[in-house]
């Protein structure tokens, strides 16, 4: 069995007898573990006698398996490369919600007012523990436990069980999500009969016959809801009675698509550049083997026609289609494109679904119904057996990598699924990750381009605003809006077209700062900047939530010239609206995309032209085509330039050339204004000139000469504990131990302080580990660590091919 716990073995258990006959590898099983009982995977069986007594499976959770051969190979490889759990792997390849486990409760029974008396007897976290169980009742007490470390609630918890104030019991917990059934009444003899009674049915009671003529008509199933419509309670009642119809269960879908109409388009006829490129696909095609290609094609270049025509042909052979796509980039217009094509073929796999719509897809794709599946980051593990071509659209794009355990990358995943599978894999991307754009340079994968957008469009043309000279126009705080910017947004919207506005940031307004001496504010526990959040005027932490007043004058000089530098969304939609108070304004930023759906609905506005002006945050440059609009605005260009990130510049031009993207991309031309303090700078002047390439020349011998991606490979460790002391100790051992293992061409890096140096309370040193070959790599962090002691002290959080480096 693998568990989904951090361990990294497999677990034997015994089979019941009574289970033998059914239980198979890729089946979820309910198996104990210590006191409680979890989900695990059965990942196979074996009939050799154990060499000490075992324990047993208690229940099988499913019929047949969840996982194929191939998905337990994929799950088994992805564990080992990203040394992690295969549990975990597992776990987060199936849909979210359908783990059944045990766990301890404690609850309240007895009254307190004993114990109330004795408080003085009692620590401040008892009292604590109490306080939590009065308001609450029923707790489990691992989760009691993880608010109260350091082993008192236990002890607590025990007494209280003596005193017969609490019980302590292992509780069941079902499965969040499961499938959907409704009750419905279909006929319950032959047709026949039914047609011979009508007549005289009629007479006596018409409303009954009016719904036995409609399930003959319908010839299927009317729900109880629709029945009682038509007859009232009492006359479904009597034609159950009669032997008439009869009540079933039945599972309904629940789909994403919110009965949306399928509107078919006739594709265009293809550009000589899409020629060639779906020619050279389908030729890979046949050949049935492994074919990595990377389509690097300009933004509006026609990359999703490419995708689509090589999919049909591979559903014409009767094989299925993988599409991922960024976490946020799936938006309503992108998947009614594919559905336009495949119409009910498809089935769709991001975060946006309600966890039962995903279980139904999943469900649905588990089934063999769908041919096409578009996803994000986790439907690289989509259940398809017939799979015959996998597509990772933006694959630059850094929401492929999962940011908590399992670390997966899916474009990676999506190289190696491919390979066991013997498929062809396409990357599509206007700014493909250096990694990718390197192997198609060696030749390693095929490369396919798209220089020009369809139809001769122009790509918008980027101008760069220098913000010094603004501030030398003598306004007293910076501003928002430079004055060529503010111009033409105004007459942008005079002339009826649509405007985005991209700043690269989060809340109301951001840093309080010291003028004179250049104080900021800072949280305790994360040691990041706070945020101003302008509805309850508090500063934040991004982190963590920690919250403070402001203060009026710099607690450390007390200048009074200390004030909000910077600005948030919340901020740039007063300022777009002081300019053009006639124009429908929307804002699309975590804040205002919380709620399921939001995101959609945001868009669909600006599709349809009821917005004019759109703010947004990153989120808005993924991957959007809204012919609308002919301006976009950059405010803060020079903050992604900054982070400590050796991607940083890679980053910014895809950063700048996505969302510069947006613009232009119907028939009118586009324009990109970019204000930046930095004009200057080499990655914005490529990003301006459109010069990929020369940015990718420029950085790749500094990366070669530090044995950085491309040129090597990283693995992030970082440990973490209560402790400053702790953290550190456990660093530096572990700084130790790789230094005497790590030889040549092996090398590491550090212990440092996290560039996030506290974080939900638990302090952060890190390492790098770096090497040319993965394998010795990763051989080398798994027995640095193995030679660890384990302790209570420190976690250690593994992370392969580390992504976001602060
Ligand atoms: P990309 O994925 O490279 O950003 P898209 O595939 O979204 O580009 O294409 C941009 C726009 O051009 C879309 O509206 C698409 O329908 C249209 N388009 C794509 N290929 C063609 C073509 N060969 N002829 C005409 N229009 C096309
Ligand atoms: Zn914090």
Excluded at 213 to 222: N, T, V
């Amino acid at each position: 069995m693998a568990l989904p716990l951090k361990a990294q073995q497999t677990f034997t258990y015994e089979i019941p007898r009574s289970m033998r006959k059914s239980a198979c590898a890729g089946m979820r099983a309910l198996v104990p573990l210590g006191n409680r009982t979890m989900t695990g995977y059965i990942v196979g069986t074996t009939t050799s006698a154990p060499a000490t007594p075992l324990k047993s499976i208690n229940q099988l959770l499913d019929p047949e398996p969840l996982l194929d051969a191939h998905m337990l190979e994929l799950t088994r490889w992805a564990a080992d490369y990203y040394l992690t759990s295969w549990g975990l792997v597992i776990r987060a390849s199936l849909p979210p919600g359908i783990d059944r486990s045990t766990a301890r409760f404690v609850e309240l029974t007895g009254s307190t007012e004993q114990l109330a008396q004795e408080t003085a007897q009692l620590s401040a976290a008892e009292r604590q523990i109490l306080s939590a169980l009065e308001v609450r009742r029923s707790i489990s007490l691992a989760s009691l436990k993880r608010d109260w470390p350091g082993g008192e609630v236990e002890r607590f918890i025990q007494q209280l069980v003596r005193q017969k104030v609490a019980t302590l019991e292992y509780r069941d917990r079902l499965p969040a999500v499961q499938p959907a059934r409704r009750s419905v009444l279909r006929l319950a003899v032959d047709r026949t009969k039914v047609e011979a009674g009508l007549d005289a049915l009629r007479r006596r009671a018409p409303r009954q016959s009016l719904l036995l003529e409609h399930l003959l008509r319908s010839d299927g199933a009317i729900t109880s809801q629709e029945a009682t419509g038509m007859a009232g309670a009492s006359g479904v009642r009597g034609l159950i009675e009669k032997g008439l119809i009869r009540r079933e269960e039945e599972e309904v879908e629940r789909s994403p698509w919110e009965g949306a109409a399928i509107t078919s388009s006739a594709p265009p006829e293809l550009t000589p550049a899409q020629q060639v490129a779906v020619r050279g696909l389908l030729e890979g095609l046949a050949t049935r083997a492994f074919i990595p290609a990377l389509l690097y094609g300009t933004t509006g270049s026609g990359k999703t026609e490419v995708y689509l025509r090589v999919i049909e042909e591979v559903v014409r052979q009767g094989r299925q289609a993988l599409v991922l796509v960024p976490e946020i980039g799936l938006t309503p217009l992108a998947a009614d494109r594919f559905r336009s094509r495949f119409a009910d073929r498809i089935a769709l796999l991001h975060s946006g679904l309600s966890p039962g719509e995903r279980l139904d897809q999943w469900r649905r794709i588990r089934r063999g119904m769908a041919e096409i599946v578009v996803g994000a980051r986790s439907a690289i593990f989509a259940p398809l057996s017939r799979l015959g071509f996998i597509v990772v659209d933006e694959e630059h794009d850094s929401s492929y990598k999962q940011d908590s355990d399992p670390r997966y990358h899916a474009r990676d995943l999506a190289l190696a699924r491919a390979k066991m599978l013997q498929i062809p894999v396409l990357l599509g991307s206007a700014t493909p990750s250096f990694e990718s754009f390197h192997r198609a340079q060696e030749g390693v994968y095929r490369l396919f381009l798209l220089p020009e957008r369809v139809e001769a469009r122009p790509l918008p043309c980027m101008a760069l605003i220098d913000m010094r000279q603004e501030k030398a126009r003598g306004a007293p705080a910076p501003r928002i809006f430079s004055k060529p910017l503010a111009d033409a947004i105004k007459q942008t919207v005079a002339k009826g077209e649509q405007v985005l506005i991209f700043l690269n940031r989060r809340g109301y307004a951001r840093l309080l700062l010291c003028r004179e001496c250049g104080f900021t504010m800072r949280c305790p526990r994360c040691s990041v900047s706070l945020i101003y959040h302008s509805p309850d005027a508090t500063m934040r932490c991004h982190y963590c939530n920690y919250r403070e007043r402001p203060p009026t004058r710099c607690p450390k000089c007390h200048g009074i010239a200390f004030g909000l530098l910077g600005y948030g969304t919340q901020q740039v939609e007063e300022a777009a609206k002081a300019l053009v108070p006639t124009a429908a304004l929307a804002r699309m930023d975590r804040d205002t995309t919380r709620r399921r759906l939001a995101h959609q609905q945001i868009l669909r506005k600006v599709e349809q032209g009821q917005t004019q002006i759109l703010i947004g945050t990153q989120m808005v440059g993924k991957g959007h085509d809204f012919p609308g609009i002919t301006l976009v605005g950059i405010l803060s260009a020079d903050t992604s330039m900054q982070i400590p990130d050796f991607r940083a510049g890679e980053r910014t031009y895809a950063l700048l050339t996505q969302v510069a993207g947006r613009a232009g991309r119907g028939d009118r031309p586009g324009q990109v204004l970019v204000q930046t303090y930095n004009p200057d700078h080499y990655c914005i002047v490529a990003a301006r000139n459109n010069e990929y390439e020369a940015l990718y020349r420029f950085e790749m011998p500094l990366r070669k000469e530090r044995g950085l991606p491309p040129f090597g490979f990283l693995v992030l460790l970082v440990v973490t504990s209560r402790t400053e002391q702790d953290a550190q100790e456990v660093a530096d051992r572990l700084a130790q131990l790789l230094l005497e293992r790590a030889v040549p061409p092996l090398s590491f890096e550090g212990p440092a302080p996290a560039p996030l140096y506290r974080l939900k309370g638990r302090y952060r040193w890190q390492l790098f580990a770096k090497g040319p070959d993965p394998e010795a790599l990763h051989r080398l962090v798994r027995e640095t660590l193995a030679q660890l002691p384990s302790s209570e002290r420190a976690k250690i959080q593994i992370d392969v091919d580390p992504v976001d480096l602060c």
